[in-house]
């Protein structure tokens, strides 16, 4: 298995909200992450990313590992949750914001 996998799973494992996306919170290089970002932060806890952009053995990798083509991505708990159409939508109807929550919750425990 190759490392990059290996850094991906450390990744996914040791942050319980991760979105891979292109460019940072502050400053999303695409139109999807940048919608993905405000979704996320509406829910008012604090994610961790990776810019696939600084990272492109993640960014070859990740679609494979995650058998999802396109980014963002969003993992919650160790899922794939999905990319930007669910992640707004999920936003839209309430999920995401209990989703989150519940992420956060459990690890305060």
Do not use: H
């Amino acid at each position: 298995m190759s490392n990059t996998i290996e850094t991906i799973k450390e990744q996914i494992s040791s942050n319980d909200i991760l979105l891979y996306m292109k460019g940072n919170p502050r400053a999303p290089q695409c139109g999807f992450s940048s919608q993905a970002v405000q979704a996320l932060m509406s829910c008012g806890e604090r994610f961790a990313f990776v810019n696939i952009l600084d990272n492109p053995d993640i960014r070859a990798e990740l679609p494979k590992f995650a058998n999802w083509p396109t980014f963002p991505q969003l993992w919650v708990k160790g899922e794939l949750v999905g990319g930007c159409d669910i992640i707004v939508e999920m936003a839209a109807n309430g999920e995401l914001q209990t989703l989150i929550k519940d992420a956060v919750g459990s690890s305060e425990e």
